[in-house]
């Protein structure tokens, strides 16, 4: 019987149906942050909270150049009325006692928190690292075992020649 053969197809096996079962614990979170690296900012997606944003902050920049920047990837414009606002804000106040100007800056400083956020490529890292390192952690220390254990194995006897 070969072990070292045998318990290599095993560790085989095992990998693959670990491999399986961290994909499918994973792909939720995965599949989560790439949706969320790919949504448009809210700027793109509600015309009338952008039309909002651009009259309260940006109405001394032309529209045309406000449509450009809001469509990219990942709109970061802070004008430095919109961070006065949001340094002076009470977050512990109910909403109902917030000014329209602290609504919108409140609203759009989370939106650009949220497109700075997901980086999809770390998580997927991640859990590729488990996948892999894992069951290379189990090989190596399987390996290393049948190894110890080979030194016990009785050798065979030598043919006696000498007749």
Sequence with gaps: ????RGLF???IVGTALFVIAVAAVGYRDIRA???AARAPSILARDASFADEVYKRFYSDMPREQFDKKIAAAKPVIEPSALEAIL????????LSQWSDDELVAYAFSKDQERL????PWF????????AS???LAVLVLGASLVWAFSGFAATPKQLD???
């Design 133 to 135: 390192g894992v069951p």
């Design 9 to 11: 197809r095993l560790w």
């Design 1 to 4: 019987m070969n072990w070292q």
């Design 123 to 130: 998580t997927l890292g991640t859990w590729a690292g488990i």
């Design 33 to 35: 942050e790439f949706d």
């Design 161 to 163: 020649r000498s007749n």
């Design 116 to 119: 700075s956020e997901p980086f």
């Design 87 to 94: 340094a002076q804000l009470d977050t512990s106040r109910p």
